[in-house]
Structure formats: structure tokens, C-alpha cells
């Protein structure tokens, strides 16, 4: 019977983790790049070369929202999130007028200083009653309704009308079904609505403006700024040029974009629609209503040759242009911030709130698109790392890969090493050493045996 042969244990030396860490490192990086590589061709790239042949100027013009509007479905929309996703499916188109830049002002010598701020209806804070839900059972004042939805405006303006439609009675058992369709401007009186018909006219409640020993009123949104002033200065290039002064017995009134109360004295950017009124138009408080509608309707001009803060539609460019928020009309953000960006610029006036007034871009070539954020200097530094960062990594992982596939090897103990390294030279003397004294032990045994 033969005799059994014992298995073999095989032991496998422990491998050198800094050569196998290295081209798993080195393997992982150079897939990372690649895929980075892909991405950022769509989502960098293309975009630059995009806002380099645009032809839009770095100097930024002044938009005005005139409507934004919900559409369930739309070739373009002015923000999305997430670029590789976006679809055609709903988004919101906001359309603004488009002009340049007005003047930018300086007034000296200003004391008796007063600022107001006209506070309208927060639609995004405001409480909403819903019918559907009872809620509008008891409600009383002025109402603007949708779809059964309605926020109450009462504290915040005053509306004469003379036509309503019949009256709904919201309260009651079936309250809630009657009004479940309840739609636009409404006055009620303890759940009795009646829809206000058209025409009517409703003003902001601000109505104690303090215009007592004031010759200077700036409006600013909803905000206005009123102050006794010595002068107004406006730059030009041959240096300050003074545009009016209080000898004049009159009453300075602009809207501007900014106002900055500074140690030159208040600086106001971007004014237009400059009128001259006479102090006997305003008494000692006065309403915002009343100061809008001067600034827009007044004909006396504050500078003749319509140079100085001249009317807005001396300065419009273009009007109901497409608003996007940047080239691609999207972003890659993923912090909502089209959500944040439809709020601040969407606001159209539809809520009886100032309408948005910003900064845009735009080129002499296309006016009906502006785009609201546009920086070529930042685009291309972003363009220069997106490309720099994973192209060296790729390249340097690659490289690093090709050389340990030429100069490692594993030798016939299993283990990696680098060619001509000690440790390969030591293992194979030992195995050629190894073989020799077997050799020699059977030789001699043999020799023994004789």
C-alpha cells in the first residue's frame, strides 16, 4: 500500500501594503477623474464656452419685474435645480423691462432725516384661511382670495370700489361648499363676502409719511427716505457738477435704486424719474400712494435735457425680456436656491408690494434675454480648476499605474516587489540554496547507504 502523501501547507508572505494601497489609490483616483471629467463637461465646460461667446457685457443694465407667471408647462423657465435634470414639465417665467443705468447722486448738508418703510402683505408668512377647512366663517374686512384660499390685506390698504357681486354666506352648515371656490378681492363681514367688482382703487395705509420741513423725498421699493438737504451733486467726468440747491423753495423727488447715508453726505445710485415739486403739494404727513404717483405723473423734470435722472421710459431698453438666472437658467446647488431667487425676483406688484428692481446682464445682440448673475472672471477661474484639478489627477494616476506595472513583480513566494530590489535577489539565493543542500543531503545519504 503506498504511503500517504502529507498536503502541503502553503504559506502566503504578508504583502508590502504600500505597493497595493498605492495602486488601489491610484486605480480608485484615475476612475474619480475620469467620471469628473464627463460631469464637468456638461456642467462646466459647455457652459463656459457658452458665456464667452454670449456677447454679454460685464457692465450691468437695470431690470424691473413686470410679471411672473406659473406655467404648468414651458420651453424655458427662469430657474431650475439640478441642470442635467431639467425638464420641460412646470416652472415659473418671469418677465422684466429691461434699461440703463440712471444717475447716481449726492446730497450735501442733510439734517432732519426721517425714513418709513410702507410694509405690504408677506405672501409667504401671511395667514391664509382656507374654506374648505371652515376657517372662512367669520371673516370680516377686506380679503384677496384664490381658489378658496384667502389672506387678509385689510391692515395693510384701503380699497374704495363701488360694485360687488351677490353676497356668499360662508358660514353656516354648508359655509365651507358655498366658498369652497372663493376668487379674487373680497369684503366680508362675518363670513358674508362680497366679490368687489372693477374698477377699484386700493392704497397702501401708509399714511403718515412726515413731509414737514423736507425738500428732498427718495423712494426706494417700500421704503422713503425724506431729509432737509443744502444741495444735490451729480459725478461727471469732468468732476461734481451741483444740479439743484435749496434756494430753489422746492421739493427734490426721486426713486433710486440704493441709499447710503455716508460721511460725503447721502449717496443715492441708479435714480430715476427726478421731478421738482412745489412745497404746496404736500402738506405735513402724506401717504405713499400719493408720493408713487407723483414721481411717475409730475412733469416738472429735474434736469430740462433729460440727462439727470431722467424718466424711465427715456432710459428702456427693452420690454417683457426673459429673466433666467444665470446662462443655463439653472443650478447645480442643491440648497433650493431657485426657490430663494423666485421669491426675491419675482415680485411683480401683483401683491400691491414694490415691484423687484435689480442688476442685470445682457447683449447688444439679444435684449429679450437677461440673465440676473454673470461673471466671466469667475466663470473662468471656475473653468481653470474644474479642468486643472481632474485632468492632474488623472494623468498622475495613470502614470504612476503604468510604472508599477513595469517595475513590480511577484515573485514564487507570492509576494510583490520592485525589480532589482534586495528582498527579490535574497528569496531566490535561499531557494537556490535550498535546492543545492537537497541535492547534497541525497547524495550523501546515498553514500552513507553504500
Given at each position: 500500500?503506498?504511503?500517504?502523501?502529507?498536503?502541503?501547507?502553503?504559506?502566503?508572505p504578508p504583502q508590502?501594503?504600500?505597493?497595493?494601497?498605492?495602486?488601489?489609490?491610484?486605480?480608485?483616483?484615475?476612475?474619480?477623474?475620469?467620471?469628473?471629467?464627463?460631469?464637468?463637461?456638461v456642467?462646466?465646460?459647455?457652459?463656459?464656452?457658452?458665456?464667452?461667446?454670449?456677447?454679454?457685457?460685464?457692465?450691468?443694465?437695470?431690470?424691473?419685474?413686470?410679471?411672473?407667471?406659473?406655467?404648468?408647462?414651458?420651453?424655458?423657465?427662469?430657474?431650475?435645480?439640478?441642470?442635467?435634470?431639467?425638464?420641460?414639465?412646470?416652472?415659473?417665467?418671469?418677465?422684466?423691462?429691461?434699461?440703463?443705468?440712471?444717475?447716481?447722486?449726492?446730497?450735501?448738508?442733510?439734517?432732519?432725516?426721517?425714513?418709513?418703510?410702507?410694509?405690504?402683505?408677506?405672501?409667504?408668512?401671511?395667514?391664509r384661511?382656507?374654506?374648505?377647512?371652515?376657517?372662512?366663517?367669520?371673516?370680516?374686512?377686506?380679503?384677496?382670495?384664490?381658489?378658496?384660499?384667502?389672506?387678509?390685506?385689510?391692515?395693510?390698504?384701503?380699497?374704495?370700489?363701488?360694485?360687488?357681486?351677490?353676497p356668499?354666506?360662508c358660514?353656516?352648515?354648508?359655509?365651507?361648499?358655498?366658498?369652497?371656490?372663493?376668487?379674487?378681492?373680497q369684503?366680508?363681514?362675518?363670513?358674508?363676502?362680497?366679490?368687489?367688482?372693477?374698477?377699484?382703487?386700493c392704497?397702501?395705509?401708509?399714511?403718515?409719511?412726515?413731509?414737514?420741513?423736507?425738500?428732498?423725498?427718495?423712494?426706494?421699493?417700500?421704503?422713503?427716505?425724506?431729509?432737509?438737504?443744502?444741495?444735490?451733486?451729480?459725478?461727471?467726468?469732468?468732476?461734481?457738477?451741483?444740479?439743484?440747491?435749496?434756494d430753489?423753495?422746492?421739493?427734490?423727488?426721486?426713486?433710486?435704486?440704493?441709499?447710503?447715508?455716508?460721511?460725503?453726505?447721502?449717496?443715492?445710485?441708479?435714480?430715476?424719474?427726478?421731478?421738482?415739486?412745489?412745497?404746496?403739494?404736500?402738506?405735513?404727513?402724506?401717504?405713499?400712494?400719493?408720493?408713487?404717483l407723483?414721481?411717475?405723473?409730475?412733469?416738472?423734470?429735474?434736469?430740462?435735457?433729460?440727462?439727470?435722472?431722467?424718466?424711465?421710459?427715456?432710459?428702456?431698453?427693452?420690454?417683457e425680456?426673459?429673466?433666467?438666472?444665470?446662462?443655463?437658467?439653472?443650478?447645480?446647488?442643491?440648497?433650493?436656491?431657485?426657490?430663494?431667487?423666485?421669491?426675491?425676483?419675482?415680485?411683480?406688484?401683483?401683491?400691491?408690494?414694490?415691484?423687484?428692481?435689480f442688476?442685470?446682464?445682457?447683449?447688444?445682440?439679444?435684449?429679450?434675454?437677461?440673465?440676473?448673475?454673470?461673471?466671466?472672471?469667475?466663470?473662468?477661474?471656475?473653468?481653470?480648476?474644474?479642468?486643472?484639478?481632474?485632468?492632474?489627477?488623472?494623468?498622475?494616476s495613470?502614470?504612476?499605474?503604468v510604472?508599477?506595472?513595469?517595475?513590480?513583480?511577484?515573485?514564487?513566494?507570492?509576494?510583490?516587489?520592485?525589480?532589482?530590489?534586495?528582498?527579490?535577489?535574497?528569496a531566490?539565493?535561499?531557494?537556490?540554496?535550498?535546492?543545492?543542500?537537497?541535492?547534497?543531503?541525497?547524495?550523501?545519504?546515498?553514500?552513507?547507504a553504500?
Amino acid at each position: 500500500m503506498p504511503r500517504p502523501t502529507p498536503p502541503e501547507d502553503l504559506v502566503i508572505p504578508p504583502q508590502d501594503t504600500r505597493i497595493c494601497g498605492t495602486i488601489c489609490i491610484c486605480q480608485m483616483t484615475a476612475v474619480l477623474s475620469s467620471v469628473a471629467l464627463v460631469y464637468l463637461t456638461v456642467a462646466v465646460y459647455m457652459p463656459t464656452l457658452r458665456a464667452f461667446q454670449s456677447g454679454i457685457s460685464e457692465i450691468p443694465a437695470m431690470c424691473t419685474t413686470t410679471r411672473a407667471w406659473h406655467r404648468d408647462t414651458c420651453e424655458w423657465g427662469t430657474c431650475g435645480e439640478w441642470c442635467l435634470s431639467k425638464s420641460s414639465g412646470a416652472c415659473i417665467q418671469i418677465y422684466v423691462n429691461l434699461r440703463r443705468n440712471g444717475t447716481d447722486l449726492l446730497f450735501q448738508n442733510c439734517t432732519n432725516t426721517a425714513n418709513k418703510t410702507c410694509y405690504g402683505i408677506d405672501q409667504e408668512n401671511a395667514k391664509r384661511s382656507r374654506c374648505i377647512a371652515d376657517e372662512c366663517r367669520n371673516l370680516t374686512g377686506t380679503f384677496n382670495c384664490t381658489m378658496g384660499t384667502c389672506i387678509n390685506i385689510t391692515d395693510a390698504f384701503e380699497c374704495v370700489f363701488k360694485d360687488t357681486d351677490l353676497p356668499l354666506k360662508c358660514s353656516g352648515r354648508r359655509g365651507k361648499i358655498t366658498c369652497i371656490d372663493l376668487d379674487g378681492l373680497q369684503n366680508c363681514y362675518r363670513g358674508t363676502c362680497e366679490k368687489i367688482r372693477t374698477p377699484y382703487n386700493c392704497d397702501r395705509r401708509c399714511v403718515d409719511i412726515p413731509t414737514r420741513n423736507k425738500n428732498m423725498i427718495l423712494l426706494n421699493g417700500d421704503k422713503v427716505y425724506l431729509s432737509q438737504c443744502q444741495r444735490a451733486l451729480v459725478e461727471t467726468v469732468e468732476g461734481q457738477r451741483e444740479i439743484w440747491t435749496e434756494d430753489q423753495d422746492n421739493v427734490l423727488m426721486a426713486s433710486c435704486y440704493t441709499i447710503d447715508n455716508t460721511t460725503r453726505g447721502v449717496e443715492a445710485t441708479d435714480c430715476i424719474n427726478g421731478t421738482l415739486l412745489l412745497k404746496e403739494m404736500l402738506t405735513d404727513l402724506t401717504n405713499f400712494t400719493y408720493l408713487s404717483l407723483l414721481s411717475t405723473t409730475n412733469t416738472v423734470l429735474l434736469d430740462r435735457d433729460r440727462f439727470v435722472a431722467p424718466p424711465e421710459p427715456d432710459l428702456l431698453i427693452a420690454n417683457e425680456s426673459h429673466l433666467y438666472i444665470n446662462m443655463e437658467g439653472c443650478v447645480n446647488t442643491l440648497k433650493d436656491e431657485c426657490k430663494e431667487f423666485l421669491r426675491e425676483f419675482g415680485k411683480d406688484g401683483t401683491d400691491h408690494n414694490a415691484r423687484a428692481r435689480f442688476p442685470c446682464f445682457y447683449a447688444d445682440n439679444d435684449p429679450s434675454k437677461v440673465v440676473a448673475q454673470f461673471d466671466l472672471e469667475g466663470t473662468y477661474s471656475q473653468f481653470l480648476f474644474a479642468s486643472t484639478l481632474p485632468s492632474v489627477l488623472f494623468v498622475v494616476s495613470c502614470f504612476i499605474l503604468v510604472f508599477c506595472q513595469r517595475t513590480v513583480v511577484v515573485g514564487d513566494d507570492a509576494k510583490m516587489r520592485f525589480k532589482g530590489c534586495p528582498g527579490k535577489d535574497l528569496a531566490v539565493t535561499e531557494k537556490g540554496a535550498s535546492t543545492n543542500n537537497l541535492g547534497d543531503g541525497g547524495g550523501g545519504g546515498s553514500a552513507m547507504a553504500l
